[in-house]
């Protein structure tokens, strides 16, 4: 049920000290700018790749949920993967009926694409923090 890989999250201290990693090191050359999500508490950035997208991910505020994975991990690190699913509700019924824990209210929020996601605790997905995003209407 899970279709494309959409992108991987990837959490920084420092978006613009990550980007120059990607863009100066790794040799990426499509780098989107840097927006804010306030409510969800992160500044995003994305990386795009041939076949997918890096998704950097910087605290926002002092209430992000962010601090507390850069408090284990300094440097930043690996923090989400993300699936593309065709019907969001459909998908988190599915999961839950699974047995699956959904984060927060399992009600989904817009993601940094403007489509519904939600999150799959890690504890259900071999350690993954697994995001599901429904795929955009007229995308591929
Ligand atoms: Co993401």
Redesign the pocket.
């Known amino acids: 049920m899970i279709g494309k890989l959409n ?1 991987v ?1 990837v959490a920084t201290p420092s978006i613009d000290e990550a980007v120059k990693l990607y863009r100066d090191v790794l040799g990426a050359t499509s780098i989107g700018e840097k927006f804010s999500m306030p409510e969800q508490g992160v500044w995003v950035c994305f990386v795009n790749l041939p076949n997918s997208q890096i ?1 950097l991910i910087e605290p926002y505020g002092e209430a992000s949920p962010i601090h507390g994975f850069l408090a284990k991990n300094p440097s930043g690190g690996q923090h ?1 993967v ?1 699936f593309e699913v065709e019907d969001i509700i459909a998908a988190r019924d599915d999961m839950r009926a699974k047995g699956a824990t959904v984060l927060g209210t399992g009600e989904p929020r817009i ?2 694409h403007g489509t519904p996601v939600i999150f799959v605790h890690p504890k259900n997905m071999g350690g993954v923090l697994v ?1 599901l995003m429904e795929t955009p209407k007229g995308a591929h």
């Open positions: 992108h999250g998704e989400h993300c993601g940094a995001e």
